[in-house]
C-alpha cells in the first residue's frame, strides 16, 4: 500500500474520559481505566488513533474545558504517570494518542487568571480580554456566551468586565499577547516531549477575535440555521467575536512547533464554520496550518442521499491540492448517531463513515449503537443545558456499556451509582452481547474497519460519486486500477440500479449478501449498504 503519513489511513476513536472505564469506584472513568480497555480498540474493534476528551486539573465547570493546569493531570482522572503508562501501552499496542488542547479559554481558576483579575496592573492582565464598560454603563459590547447570557462577566475588584465566549467560568485567552501563546505552546512542548501523537484542538475558530471587538450585527431576514439551535446567541452573525484571520499566524507556528518533532505529530481544530471556502483556509495556503478542520456538515445534514452527497462533494471541491479530507458523525456535543438516524440507517451510516475518502473519527459507543439517552432534570450535569433547556448533552455522554454486569462494566459494582445513568438497553445492547452476534452493529463496525484496513482503495484511494436512483449513494472508491463500489440505500424501500461494471459484494450492512455477484440491473434492500469490489 502507498506510504502515507498514518493519520491519513488511521481511523480515530473519540474517548469522553469520563464515560468510558471507571477503574476506582468513584462512578467517573479515568485513565488507567482507558489503559485497561486499549486492547479493546486495538485489536477488537481495530482502529489506530485514540483522541481523549481533557483531562486536566478542572473545576469541572464545563467537564474539564475549562483548565485549570495545561501540563498535569485532574486527581480524578489519574496522574502523570498514569498518562505516560496508557501512553506507552497504546503505542506497544499499535495506536495513537491524540490529546485534547483548549486555547481558547482557560478556567477562572487557573492561576494565570487568578493573578491577571488580581489588579489592573498586574502582568497578567493582559493574558486575558478585560475591557470597560461604555461611557453609558453598558457591557462593552454585545458579544453572547455560546452557552448563553452576554459574553461578558463583571469583576467588582477591578471595575471591568472580561470576556467569556462560553461559561463565566471559562475566561478567553488573549492570544494577541505573545507572552499567551508563548506559555500555551510551552504546555504543547511538555506533551510532545512526553511523545503524544498529536492533539484536538478546542473551538481553533474562536481563538482571535477583530481587534476593534465591534459589534455583531444582527442575522439578516433570509438567515438559515447551519448548526444546532442556540437560543438568544442565534440573533447575530458572529462575525467579530470569532474567526479573525490572524488566527492563521497562530497555527503557523503551531504547526511548526508540531513539525519540530519526529515522528510526525498531528493536529485536528474544533472548526464550525459554514462556509467551505472559510473552513479550507485552516489547512493553511501551503498545507502549514492543522492537519485538517473538522468537518462536521455530515453531522449536521439531514440524513437524505442526495443532501448528503452533496456535502461530501461540496467538501471535496473546497479542499485545498493535497489536503486530506475527513468526517464525523458523533461526538460528545452532539445527539447520539443512532438515535438522529433510527438503527437501521446507523449501519448504513457506519459503512458510509468508513468507506468515504478521508480520516473518520467514530465516537465511543456509536459502533454499539448507545442511543441518546433521557436525563430527568434532577440528573442533568451539562452547564448548557442547564441555562438553556433543550440544549444539554449529557444524553450522549452516557457510561460506555461493556458487558452485563453491575453499571455494564464501566464502574466496578462496588461503586454506589455512575456519574450519568446507563442507557435503558444496556444488558443487550454491550460489548459482551454484542460481540457474540454476527449481526450486531459491533460485528458490522469490525468487518467494515478489518476490511478498509486492507484496502488501498478505501484507505488512500480516489473519490468519485455515481449515477444512483434517488434515496441511493453510491460512489467508486479507485486505486492503481483497482475499484470499488459503495452503494448506500437511504430510504426503507428497496431499490434497483444499475452496476457500473460487474463485481462482487464484499460487505453488506445486512450481513447477508457477502460474495454475491453483481453485474446489470441489481436491488438493494431497505436501508442497506455494500461495498462491491468490481471485477
Ligand atoms: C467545544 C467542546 O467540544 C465542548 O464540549 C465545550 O463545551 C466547548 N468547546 C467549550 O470549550
Redesign the pocket.
Known amino acids: 500500500m502507498t506510504k502515507q503519513p498514518w493519520w491519513q489511513t488511521t481511523v480515530i476513536y473519540q474517548i469522553y474520559p469520563r464515560s468510558f472505564q471507571d477503574s476506582t469506584g468513584n462512578g467517573v472513568g479515568d485513565l488507567p481505566g482507558i489503559t485497561s480497555r486499549l486492547d479493546y480498540l486495538a485489536d477488537t474493534l481495530g482502529v489506530g488513533a485514540v483522541w481523549i476528551s481533557p483531562f486536566y486539573p478542572s473545576p469541572m465547570a ?1 467537564f474539564g ?1 475549562d483548565v485549570a493546569d495545561y501540563t498535569d493531570i485532574h486527581p480524578m482522572f489519574g496522574t502523570i504517570a498514569d498518562f505516560d503508562e496508557l501512553l506507552e501501552e497504546a503505542h506497544r499496542l499499535g495506536l495513537k494518542l491524540i490529546i485534547d488542547w ?1 486555547p ?2 482557560s478556567s477562572d481558576e487557573h492561576p494565570w487568571f487568578v493573578e491577571s483579575r488580581s489588579s489592573r496592573d498586574n502582568p497578567k492582565r493582559d493574558w486575558y480580554v478585560w475591557r470597560d464598560a461604555r461611557p453609558d454603563g453598558s457591557l462593552p459590547n454585545n458579544w453572547l456566551s455560546n452557552f448563553g447570557g452576554p459574553a461578558w462577566e463583571y469583576d467588582e475588584k477591578t471595575d471591568q468586565y472580561y470576556l467569556h465566549s ?1 461559561l463565566a467560568k ?1 475566561p478567553d485567552l488573549n492570544w494577541r499577547n505573545p507572552e499567551v501563546q508563548e506559555a500555551m505552546f510551552d504546555g504543547i512542548r511538555f506533551w510532545l516531549d512526553r511523545g503524544v501523537d498529536g492533539f484536538r484542538i ?2 481553533a475558530h474562536v481563538m482571535m477575535k477583530d481587534p476593534e471587538m465591534r459589534d455583531n450585527p444582527p442575522i439578516p431576514d433570509d438567515w438559515q440555521r447551519q448548526f444546532k439551535e442556540h437560543g438568544e446567541y442565534d440573533k447575530f452573525l458572529h462575525i467579530h467575536d470569532k474567526g479573525h484571520p490572524d488566527v492563521h499566524q497562530v497555527f503557523r507556528d503551531f504547526r511548526a512547533l508540531l513539525d519540530s518533532y519526529q515522528p510526525e505529530r498531528y493536529s485536528v481544530g ?1 472548526i464550525h464554520i459554514a462556509d467551505w471556502d472559510e473552513w479550507a483556509t485552516y489547512y493553511g495556503e501551503d498545507l502549514d496550518e492543522l492537519h485538517m478542520p473538522y468537518n462536521f456538515s455530515l453531522i449536521h445534514a439531514p440524513w437524505d442521499a442526495a443532501e448528503i452527497a452533496t456535502r461530501v462533494n461540496e467538501m471535496e471541491a473546497v479542499l485545498p491540492e493535497g489536503a486530506w479530507p475527513n468526517n464525523v458523525l458523533g ?3 452532539e445527539k447520539r448517531l443512532i438515535s438522529r438516524y433510527g438503527p437501521d440507517a446507523a449501519r448504513v451510516a457506519a459503512m458510509m463513515l468508513l468507506t468515504l475518502r478521508g480520516t473518520p473519527t467514530i465516537y465511543y459507543g456509536d459502533e454499539l449503537g448507545i442511543t441518546e439517552t433521557y436525563i430527568p432534570p434532577e440528573l442533568q450535569q451539562d452547564p ?1 443545558g442547564r441555562n438553556l433547556p433543550g440544549a444539554g ?1 449529557d444524553g450522549c455522554r452516557t457510561p460506555m456499556q461493556w458487558d452485563k454486569s453491575p453499571h455494564a462494566g464501566f464502574s466496578p459494582p462496588v461503586a454506589a451509582t455512575t456519574w450519568l445513568p446507563l442507557t435503558e438497553d444496556w444488558q443487550s445492547q454491550n460489548v459482551e452481547v454484542q460481540l457474540n452476534e454476527s449481526g450486531s452493529l459491533l460485528s458490522l463496525y469490525r468487518a467494515l474497519l478489518e476490511y478498509r484496513a486492507g484496502s488501498a482503495q478505501l484507505t488512500v484511494g480516489d473519490y468519485r460519486q455515481l449515477d444512483s436512483p434517488s434515496g441511493v449513494y453510491m460512489y467508486e472508491r479507485s486505486h492503481s486500477g483497482s475499484r470499488v463500489v459503495v452503494a448506500l440505500n437511504f430510504t426503507g424501500e428497496p431499490k434497483s440500479f444499475a452496476m457500473p461494471a460487474d463485481g462482487r459484494i464484499r460487505l453488506s450492512t445486512t450481513g447477508a449478501r457477502a460474495g454475491e455477484a453483481l453485474s446489470g440491473s441489481v436491488v438493494l434492500g431497505p436501508n442497506e449498504g455494500v461495498i462491491v469490489e468490481i471485477v
Open positions: 464545563d474545558y483548549v481558547n479559554h462560553f471559562q478546542d473551538v474544533e461526538n460528545h456535543d448548557w448533552r
